[in-house]
């Protein structure tokens, strides 16, 4: 058992994978749709319990995530696993609502650059739209969760530094519009753990249990850490990809998410269960070579393996 100890710090952390959607989106390749089923299986297998399996976005503009209605059918037959898609647009929205995934996330930008340039609006006009989704969510009786994603909630590429209460405001105003919960992103990995702290214990006082989920990237190799920051404020979601995937078109040079399997152990090393077991995970990081050969793979653990003092936290009774 761990001694490290923190007041605020969960017990139990969601990983939710995201990297059928946040790590495909920026790969030049497009996985055969037998592949993404295999990913979502072998991940439902490890325990995860939590997948972003794709985005409805047109077909033209990003031809990765194209198969995403036939992965949200297969993904929302596993017990239990909560099923969420990435939506910029009404016509997104629509298409999720009738897709009967559990929850769509909704990117806002905090940059207003950053918004114009990747969802060619600005984030005011994002708020509006997720007031006319929570409508057509209202009315079509759908259970189906509205997740607001604050991005570029750290600083950007294009505009430099992002105000703190622009992100908070927009947060609310999220909020406000109807958005179930909200989420925090450091898109082009401008985070470190004293922003961290400031910025979630902030939005934790707008927000509460509403603040739902933390998404970092390891953009300049403080992923982890920016994540335990997040631990210590109380945040007990995070999004991650398998072997750490992705980036963002928009931010150049920029490399992928948290790695998935880092994730989990750093987690389960501190004695905080996730319910994924790290061998299961590790064999899907083999996998995911075998499948994208000649991409960028990151992470630390599959290189080295686990240590020999490591173990599972064993499994508390309920
Ligand atoms: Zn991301």
């Not at 590429?157 to 989420?183: F, K, N």
């Not at 994208?292 to 599972?312: E, N």
């Amino acid at each position: 058992m761990s001694t490290y100890e923190s007041s605020c710090r969960p017990n139990a952390v969601t990983v939710r994978e995201v990297g059928l959607r946040d790590g495909l989106q920026s790969l030049p390749v497009v996985l055969p749709t037998q592949t993404k089923l295999d990913w979502i299986d072998a991940a439902y297998a490890a325990g995860q319990r939590e997948i972003e399996v794709g985005s409805f976005v047109p077909a033209r503009l990003l031809p990765q995530l194209a198969d995403t209605g036939e992965l949200v059918a297969h993904a929302v037959q596993l017990p239990d696993l909560a099923v969420s898609v990435l939506v910029p647009n009404l016509k997104g929205a629509e298409l999720a609502l009738a897709s009967g995934a559990h929850l769509m996330l909704v990117p806002l930008s905090a940059s207003h650059a950053h918004s114009l340039a990747n969802l060619r609006k600005t984030p005011q006009e994002v708020v509006a739209m997720v007031a006319q989704m929570r409508a057509a969510r209202d009315a079509a009786g759908s259970p189906m969760l509205i997740e607001g994603g604050v991005g570029t909630a750290f600083g950007c590429t294009l505009q430099g530094e992002v105000r703190q209460d622009d992100v908070l405001g927009l947060m609310q105003a999220l909020l406000d519009a109807g958005a179930d919960r909200v989420s925090l992103a450091d898109t082009v990995g401008y985070a470190d753990p004293a922003s961290v702290r400031r910025l979630l214990e902030a939005a934790r006082r707008i927000a509460g249990d509403r603040l739902c989920c933390a998404h970092f990237h390891d953009t300049r190799g403080l992923g982890l850490a920016n994540v335990l920051a997040a631990l210590e404020t109380g945040v007990a979601r995070f999004d991650a990809c398998l072997a750490g995937i992705g980036g963002c078109p928009h931010a150049p040079g920029a490399s992928g998410n948290v790695s998935t399997e880092d994730l989990v152990f750093m987690l389960e090393s501190m004695g905080i269960d996730t319910g994924v077991d790290i061998r299961q995970l590790l064999a899907l990081r083999e996998a995911a070579g075998r499948w994208l050969p000649d991409q960028p793979l990151h992470g630390a653990l599959w290189r080295a393996g686990l240590p020999k003092t490591f173990r599972a936290r064993a499994a508390t009774p309920a």
